[in-house]
């Protein structure tokens, strides 16, 4: 199971670095607003996690042809896991290049939305207040990596219960194979 989940694991956080990577770059050049940026990160995890998928039925394929769902879970959260830690390390190597300018950006950018959709001032005044204090907090290395770790974990959660729900495969009894 060890190198089903490490193989898997680091191919899955391999792209789901660099995918956002790219992501990033097209978000700062202004190809993508935040609001498509979201989406199309989202989209991007569900690709690189589509690894958790295949790696579950590797790990099937390989031990007999069989796997329970609470196996193929703890196969799933695994790869998961490695590949959500290989997400937030992606994103401390890339942050010093973008740092706090990315916060003020999308600070800035909900702001305008909120005065383009007619939202009172004080309303305004206190989101742009809040995202200061978010600003402010996001400088710490611990929570930012938290942050990133949040970012992904629900995605690999969400694709690993499907993975070992499809992928299960019980064991035959014998009464049943005469059924």
Sequence with gaps: MKKVVIVFGLISGLISGFLMWLLMAAVNSGALNFDNGMFVGYATMIIALSLVFFGIKSYRDNHGGKISFLKGLQV???????SALCYAVSWELYYPQIGDEFIAKYTEYNLDK???EGAPAAEIETARVEGEQFAEMYKKLPIRFAFSIIEILP?????TLISAL????RELLPMEATE
């Excluded at 799933?76 to 490695?82: A, H, S």
């Excluded at 995605?155 to 694709?159: N, S, T």
């Design 76 to 82: 799933g959260m695994l790869i998961t896991m490695i």
């Design 155 to 159: 995605v690999g959660i969400i694709v």
């Design 166 to 169: 499809l992928l299960r495969k």
């Design 114 to 116: 909120m005065k383009t």
